[in-house]
């Protein structure tokens, strides 16, 4: 058994993963984090699963992170070094607990568009970490799984995925058009 900080943001796979290491009988506590996301309704679905599984969590508040702007001068999706800033902070805190392992869900799917959900990402940052003489490893046990595969894992655990939420835009409704809508879609249809 691992006591294991876990980075749960409230869409499929960090809430599949959650359920994965309660199963495991890992000693899970769950960090969510409110970083000016216009999404941030994904939290409540974060807690729900936490109290699900019946695991404590923590939120962080960080100061409003940036999306990068594409050629054209307009927003992307994409939040420069989202994941690497918080390790950061889950690091931190795992030393701070006596936590070992720091786990995020990053997928197959996610390393064309984020280059910190990249199998080089998560060895750089394990080495960053251990240069910086922190006892902690950074795991993404589903880096090498599509978000199908996921859906699959978190049915076979009778997550209830509808529970979840993916979409990048903050209304009150999924779009259906962003990448994250997009994808899930794919996922959970086929
Ligand atoms: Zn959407």
């Not at 409230?10 to 996301?37: A, E, M, P, W």
């Not at 995020?104 to 064309?112: L, T």
Request: with cysteine.
């Amino acid at each position: 058994m691992k006591t294991i900080i876990h980075l749960l943001s409230g869409g499929i796979d960090s809430t599949v993963l959650l359920y994965d290491l309660v199963r495991q009988g890992h000693n899970v506590h769950c960090l969510l984090f409110n970083y000016g996301q216009k999404h941030a309704q994904e939290l409540t679905f974060a807690k729900h699963h936490c109290r699900e599984v019946d695991v404590l969590w923590t939120t962080i508040d960080l100061p409003n992170l940036r999306g990068s702007k594409l050629t054209d001068g307009s927003g992307s999706f994409v939040v420069p070094n989202r994941n690497g800033i918080m390790l950061s902070v889950a690091v931190n805190l795992a030393v701070a607990a006596g936590a070992d392992t720091v786990t995020y869900a990053c997928n197959a799917d996610d390393k064309e568009m984020f280059p910190d959900c990249r199998p080089a990402f998560v060895e750089a940052m394990n080495q960053a970490i251990k240069d910086a003489g922190c006892d902690v490893e950074v795991c993404a046990p589903y880096i090498g799984k599509t978000k199908r595969e996921i859906v699959e894992i978190g049915k076979g655990f009778g997550v209830n995925l509808n529970q979840t939420w993916s979409c990048y835009r903050g209304g009150a409704n999924p779009c259906w058009t962003c990448p994250a809508c997009v994808t899930r879609a794919t996922a959970m249809s086929q």
